[in-house]
Structures are given as structure tokens and as C-alpha cells.
């Protein structure tokens, strides 16, 4: 069995990070999303998840989570598949800020949790998120200007996939962003597999809120639409 196990693509940025990766290989597996925050979710992950999480890969005997030890796995596996830069020197470069965009940014997720096909009002601009929305932004250019661009290491990598549910972020929220990473984000939603994937976003018959009381996910319908 070949399988990958995703959250709500609209709503899990870890699960996205992993298939964008996957799919970017072009390989043949299972795609199955287990939705988020019902009642069920963590019986359902339960039966195939160590973790109890997603994103899950099963791949024959191996099964992989995380999403950035499901890239390695990637990388590893497929070495010649442009996972991360070919350059040793870009490469450590942007292995560095995928582990710091994966550890890392916690006012960022907690104020603006992604919700692709939404548009919501800017959160209130303190002090912790500003600096979050500044180093994001900081990172993306130090990069693009030593690539040429339109991707962080010129060619679409890992660790554009691993930033794309920021991208999707700053477009959800209106965050502030310089005309560079502007820029960049218009590629990146532009690209193939963020197309695709915004239109599957967009047509889940599910939702997630966030409210004083936590986390609450139910199905849409024509009065929700």
C-alpha cells in the first residue's frame, strides 16, 4: 500500500507542506483526508498514525510522519528529484529556514491559522506578530535576491512547500508584506501545484472555526455558502 494521509487541505498547513512535495515527484500513491476536529478524527488517525496526527505517509512496509521528515524521506528516496538545490551551499541555506519555518513563527499561527479560501480582517498587529511578518518577510528576500528567483532557490524546492501555507496566510490576513515577497507570492499561488490545490481547498465540504471556546469543525451547506 501506497498511501498519503492529509488533514483538510484548506486548513492543514502541515499536511500541504508534504503533498505539495509529493505530488511535485509525480508519485503514484493513495490520497486520502481525514478531516479535522470531529468527533471521530482521533480514532480515525489512531488506526494508522503513531502519532495520532497527520500528515502520514505509507509507502510498502515504511511508514513516515512529519512533514519535514516525510521530505527528507523524499529526498532521500529520490535524490536526483530536485527535492532540495543541487548547490550544497543553497541547499543548507534552505534546509535552515525550512526547520526554522517548522519550529518556529508561533504568534504568526496561533493569530492567522490558514484558512485558503477565506478572507479575514487583519489580527491585531502586536509587537510578537509584527516580528514574526518581518522575519518571514526578511527571509523570502535574502533569498530571492541571492537566486534570481520567482522560487526561493530559483527552481520550486522543498522549501517552497514548506513556506506555501505562509503565502496563503499573508493573503488570507492582508499581512504587510515589502514588493519582493509580494512578488513571490503571486508565483507561488501561480504555480501548478498551488492552483490545484487552492481549487481542492476551495470545494471541501468542510469547515474549521476558531472562537473563544477552541476549535469547531462541521460540514458546509447551502446556507453556510
Excluded at 502541515?14 to 479535522?36: D, F, N, Q, T, Y
Excluded at 529526498?75 to 548547490?87: F, L
Excluded at 510578537?128 to 520567482?150: C, F, K, M, Q, Y
Aim: proline share 7%; net charge negative.
Amino acid at each position: 500500500m501506497r498511501k498519503f494521509v492529509s488533514g483538510n487541505l484548506n486548513y492543514s498547513s502541515w499536511s500541504i507542506r508534504a503533498l505539495l512535495m509529493v505530488r511535485h515527484l509525480g508519485l503514484e500513491v493513495e490520497e486520502e483526508i481525514v478531516p479535522l476536529d470531529f468527533p471521530d478524527t482521533t480514532a480515525r488517525l489512531a488506526e494508522i498514525s503513531p502519532t495520532r496526527k497527520v500528515p502520514l505517509l505509507l509507502w510498502d512496509d515504511e511508514t513516515v510522519w512529519d512533514s519535514l521528515a516525510i521530505i527528507e524521506w523524499l529526498a532521500d528516496r529520490y535524490p536526483d528529484a530536485g527535492v532540495w538545490p543541487a548547490d550544497p551551499k543553497a541547499r543548507a541555506r534552505a534546509r535552515a529556514i525550512s526547520a526554522e519555518m517548522h519550529s518556529g513563527f508561533p504568534t504568526l499561527r496561533r493569530d492567522c491559522p490558514m484558512d485558503i479560501r477565506s478572507r479575514h480582517g487583519r489580527p491585531e498587529m502586536s509587537e510578537a506578530l509584527a516580528n514574526d511578518i518581518l522575519r518571514v518577510d526578511a527571509i523570502w528576500s535574502s533569498a530571492l535576491e541571492t537566486s534570481g528567483g520567482p522560487y526561493l532557490f530559483g527552481a520550486w524546492s522543498a522549501a517552497d512547500a514548506v513556506y506555501a501555507p505562509v503565502v496563503t496566510r499573508f493573503l488570507t490576513y492582508d499581512l504587510p508584506r515589502s514588493t519582493t515577497a509580494q512578488a513571490y507570492m503571486v508565483a507561488v499561488m501561480s504555480h501548478p501545484l498551488m492552483v490545484r490545490l487552492a481549487a481542492e481547498a476551495a470545494v471541501e465540504p468542510w469547515w474549521i472555526k476558531y472562537d473563544e471556546n477552541g476549535r469547531s469543525a462541521g460540514f458546509t451547506s447551502s446556507e453556510d455558502s
